[in-house]
């Protein structure tokens, strides 16, 4: 919400994006120098294995804002509700895993549900153009991009890297946003910077400007921090009730908050998306404890888990 109300005065996705970044490190580089968490232990092999995962972060992190800027809160977050699908390919693509029928069965709600949000009320046809403007492509890159990032990361959260190099999960995504923010520092600088400087000269309170902008950035860290910490915590059910409860969340808050129009067909879309969500999740969770029963010389940890968390 934070996020459309700055890019309604200031439509600059990729600046925003990166102050938004670049406002975790106000948290956790102070952190590591006072002590007050421990630092992680940093080699130049390390910053070149997070540099893909950080690269896909950040460039899913400007999607994922100029998607919202582009269009509404409400159907960007509709359109990322497809996350287990995009989990899904992505897992058969990299790892040529694929669950049971049965579990990827429960996608099928998502895809109709989005689908249907997506259909133009006033239309006599099956119009699904909306899925064609750059708010829809945008927001699925980005899902994308996640997708292929978190398998990535998960393969990282092991208990050598947390012993060796003291990368427990908020320390894993602390390092994760310092690589990301270096990385779409200069795109983001040649693409919108003279144009972004331009604009905020002419604003009238830019104090209060920046304080909304770091606000917004610092909410943006916390939530992602405590999602990687909550992925080492909860249930995978547990965990996958919260996202989707999350993404509901969202939905009324750029309702209630940004004062967006929605139609009968984007309420009920969304609302069918979201239930097939959390029918995939706990379908998956089930499938999971059951293999890892079958098999409990190498239980399942769930690194292969699509959708499970998302920003």
């Not at 959260?157 to 200069?186: E, I, V, W």
Request: net charge positive; with cysteine; glycine share 6%.
């Amino acid at each position: 919400v934070q996020n459309k109300m700055i890019l309604n005065q200031f439509p600059y996705p990729w600046i925003v994006s990166w102050f938004q970044l670049a406002s975790g490190l106000l948290f956790v580089l102070p952190a590591w120098a006072f002590g007050a968490r421990q630092k992680p232990k940093v080699d130049l092999g390390l910053l070149l294995t997070f540099a893909p995962i950080a690269a896909l972060h950040c460039f899913g992190h400007g999607l994922q804002v100029s998607s919202m800027g582009a269009g509404s809160v409400f159907f960007t977050h509709v359109i990322k509700a497809t996350e287990p699908v995009i989990g899904v390919i992505v897992l058969l693509l990299f790892t040529g895993t694929i669950a049971p029928w049965r579990v990827n069965a429960c996608l099928l709600p998502i895809v109709a549900g989005v689908a249907y949000a997506a259909l133009k009320p006033d239309s006599t046809a099956f119009d699904l153009s909306a899925l064609w403007s750059y708010a829809s492509i945008a927001a699925l890159g980005s899902t994308i991009a996640f997708a292929i990032a978190k398998l990535l990361a998960k393969q990282l959260m092991t208990k050598d890297m947390k012993k060796q190099r003291n990368l427990d999960p908020a320390n894993n995504y602390a390092l994760l946003t310092c690589c990301s923010t270096a990385l779409l520092f200069f795109p983001s600088l040649f693409g919108q910077g003279a144009s972004a400087l331009n604009a905020f000269s002419l604003m009238d309170d830019k104090a209060a400007f920046v304080r909304q902008l770091f606000s917004c950035g610092f909410f943006y860290y916390f939530y992602n921090e405590l999602g990687f910490r909550v992925l080492n915590i909860l249930s995978p059910v547990s965990a996958s009730v919260a996202n989707s409860l999350k993404r509901v969340v969202v939905l009324l808050a750029a309702v209630i908050f940004l004062g967006e129009k929605v139609g009968p067909n984007q309420i009920i879309g969304a609302s069918i998306a979201m239930f097939g969500v959390l029918l995939y999740s706990i379908a998956k969770a089930d499938y999971s404890k059951r293999k890892s029963k079958a098999v409990e010389q190498s239980p399942v940890t769930d690194p292969q888990t699509p959708g499970t968390w998302q920003p």
